[in-house]
């Protein structure tokens, strides 16, 4: 690891603890970024499907209402 055998690494120092500190945070506030794209992904999914649901069940209603205008008249 070293090139020398008799250099000594550093000691930890309190600037090392506040960058672990900040890449937990940071690896913390992606996961919850994610998160918020994915849910956001799926609510646009849903909704979409709930309008493509309501357009066939509207065509499907003014097909059965053409239908019976033609049947009775």
Same mark, same amino acid.
């Given at each position: 690891?070293?090139?020398?055998?008799?250099?000594?690494?550093?000691?930890? *120092?309190?600037?090392?603890?506040?960058?672990?500190?900040?890449? +937990? +945070? *940071? !690896? $913390?506030?992606?996961?919850? *970024?994610?998160?918020?794209?994915? $849910? $956001?992904?799926?609510?646009?999914?849903?909704?979409?499907?709930?309008?493509?649901? !309501?357009?066939?069940?509207?065509? +499907?209603? /003014?097909? $059965?209402?053409?239908? /019976?205008?033609?049947?009775?008249?």
């Amino acid at each position: 690891m070293y090139k020398e055998d008799n250099e000594v690494p550093r000691s930890v *120092h309190s600037s090392d603890i506040l960058v672990v500190i900040s890449a +937990f +945070f *940071h !690896n $913390l506030i992606s996961a919850f *970024h994610a998160l918020s794209e994915e $849910l $956001l992904e799926l609510a646009v999914y849903n909704a979409n499907r709930k309008n493509k649901i !309501n357009k066939v069940w509207n065509d +499907f209603t /003014q097909d $059965l209402e053409k239908i /019976q205008e033609e049947n009775n008249g």
